[in-house]
């Protein structure tokens, strides 16, 4: 195969025989495959089926029945399992017109970039396709924020954010990728140091279906930034942060009521550790839980952990309120801040600690622990 095109999908059943028929027009004359990743619950699989029977090029599907990693590891499985090194990634949805492909292609023969990108914002691109100017104003918003967290990666990039592009699979470390949300071309330029080119498309209406941008995936995008960026370290003080302003406002919406603060104290401290231990556990160390202890084993190591964490910090508060005369807000703030450190190193080399498989050296694990997860991926 001379190119390999992968389309990940999720309820695109009206779109996939408009789809393969413009590519196969587009492609005439090359020798590709379109591989459908799908993670459909409606009948996207038996049409991509009826269409690759009928198809003059081949076309191939895997249906992934307990999809992992959202679409970014739908678009590395498709990237893994290609005949050629030379992948082509879109969306099924026709906003990413298939006629551009050639010229995708056509600016990678010149044998000096490892990724060419089709930009909504380069020169002569456009980004009609989106629903509303609320769309338009997100998308651009969201670019340039991204471009600012990443200014060396992302100087010759206009849209880190599109999900129509050209990759050589052989730039990119594809078992080293962990794809945290939807966003699958920005972790390839935030952890490659990839040299790239863009050509400018238009991204034109939906053909059919309904879009699945959503409240949900903008957190989503949010946490895949930061801990790009950052590392583990930071989305763990994001959660921790987010954690502290609740224990916070419970401490002093129940002292506001009356209630003496040791308590409010104790009560905002066992809900912001059941709340922080949810968020961790979905998006600062998802991708550490398989090799770590059983979900439960982990609740209760974090919620053994943060009570002793607890009562120690309360009284240390209660020590700062009584002989020093804060106030119990501020007091609480302050040993919060403090045991941030703590809590992480305890959380990435205890909670999250893949099983044991033989002795190691103690000091050594504690080393690289530490310096994986605070550390990486971050910007070079």
Known sequence: MELSIVVPTYNEAPNVAELVDRITVAMRGVSCEVI?????????????????????????????EEPDQGLGGAVLEGIAASQSDLCVVMDADLQHPPEKIPELVERFSH???????????????????????????????????????????????TDPMTGFFLIDRRALDVDGLKPRGFKILLEMLARAPLTVAEVPFDFGDRHAGESKASLRQGF????????????????????????????????????????????AAIVAAELTIIGNFVLIERFVFHDMRGAASGMWVRFAKSFGFNNAEALVRIPIMALMVESWHISSVVATAIT?????????????????????????????EVAEKIDEQAMQPGEL
């Open 36 to 64: 459908f990743v799908d993670d459909s619950t409606d009948a996207t699989p038996d049409v991509v089926r009826d269409v690759a029977a009928r198809a003059d090029i081949p076309v191939r599907l895997i249906h992934r």
């Open 111 to 157: 044998g000096d970039v490892d990724l060419v990108i089709a930009s909504r914002y380069a020169g002569g691109g456009k980004a009609d396709g989106f629903a509303d100017r609320t769309r338009v104003f997100v998308s651009r918003m969201s670019t340039l924020v991204t471009k600012a967290m990443f200014p060396v990666r992302l100087r010759e990039v």
């Open 220 to 263: 989503h995008f949010i946490g895949q930034l930061t801990a790009l960026r950052f590392g583990k370290m930071s989305l763990f003080a994001l959660v921790g942060a987010l954690g502290a302003v609740i224990n916070i406002g419970i401490v002093w919406a129940l002292t506001a009521l009356g209630i003496d603060y040791i308590v």
């Open 336 to 364: 919060l801040a403090v045991a941030f450190i703590v809590r992480f190193v305890f959380h990435s080399l205890v909670v999250y600690a893949p099983r044991k498989e033989g002795p190691r050296s103690a000091a050594r």
